[in-house]
């Protein structure tokens, strides 16, 4: 990995006496991808901000290429921000949105012209120059955002939930622009979402957070299939997460079954929350089962039907790419490699159990209730 760019060491911060941030340690490399992923609430945002240096911290050290910063000013830090509201000038065009960074610097005007050049040509803006913010689409408009930040050549760039206000078709497209950017840039980008697909998809480290802490560190491959925790396990993607026991190495009791594993090093009989994805439950004839249980919904999702299984009252969730009908009788298998093992948390028990699925959607689906204007995390 790349030298250290930035360290976080032992952050604190609240808010009218509520704490937000509860010892913060995190180190970030240059020309990494950096996406701090978490709910509502969850401090990733204030994070941003004190690496940005719009908040201070009230303990702990922001140390950028090992000097302390926890005194300079946004302006004069090696780091810029694009914002969810795009905060473009209306009355500039977008060469002058793009150039205002280096006006402020003096730059020469023939510098200028070159390096908006190549900051349009790299954010797919080349010909839009004479145009005005406000006749751009929500795509454009980020792409102006960002080009006006690079222009710079900032050491860091910080992006928060810059892609919010997009469609989901944009939003893709959107993502795969920002990865190829950082590539081409070399600049390192730390990235604020509460959205896991986003994550997973762009970034080179994962930051997941919850209640003001860090849950877990790691590339997107082991964030997903090596989840600390269950709350870790229920934020990215769908898990079922079941009461286990471990009676001793590579066996798992739960759902009143003993089953083979890949996991160890546990106390013998030890409680643990057991992870298993909904696309690595097999979908079996009752008699050649491991479990099994009766169908009690079933979700068309285009290329694959999720279905809700109900065994001995506890409900899964299980991807599969064959048609199951309601109320059908199936049964469940599971590969040893397929059950993850994880220590008991204060998340324990509170996932995983797909009981309220249906009653549950109706709330998520309710736009007002997401991530409020202005909220501070």
Known sequence: MNNKLIELKSIEKSFDGTKVLCGIDLDIHDKEFVTLLGPSG??????????????????????????????VPPYKRAVNTVFQKYALFPHL???????????????????????????????????????????????????????????????????????GALDLKLRKDMQNELKRIQHATGITFIYVTHDQEEALSMSDTVVVMADGQIQQIGTPTDIYNEPVNAFVADFIGESNILDGVMPADNKARFAGHTFDCVDGGFAKNEPVDIVIRPEDVDVVPVEKGMLSGEVTSVTFKGDYYEIIVDVAGFKWMIETSDYVAPAEKIGLYIEPDAIHVMKKSE???????????????DHLSDPTVDNEEGEEE
Do not use: H, W
């Open 42 to 71: 969850c401090g990733k945002t204030t994070t941003l901000r004190i690496i940005g240096g719009f908040e201070t911290p009230d303990v702990g050290e922001v140390l950028f290429d090992g000097k302390c910063i926890n005194d």
């Open 93 to 163: 065009n977008v060469y002058d949105n793009v150039a205002f960074g280096l006006r402020l610097q003096k730059v020469n005007e023939d510098e200028i012209r070159e390096r908006v050049r190549e900051m349009l040509k790299m954010t797919g803006l080349k010909g839009f120059e004479m145009r005005k913010p406000t006749t751009l689409s929500g795509g454009q408009q980020q792409r102006v955002a960002i080009a006006r930040a690079l222009i710079n050549r900032p050491r860091v760039l910080l992006l928060d939930e810059p892609l």
């Open 347 to 361: 998340y324990s028990g509170r996932f995983g159990d797909y009981s309220t699925f249906s009653e549950e959607m």
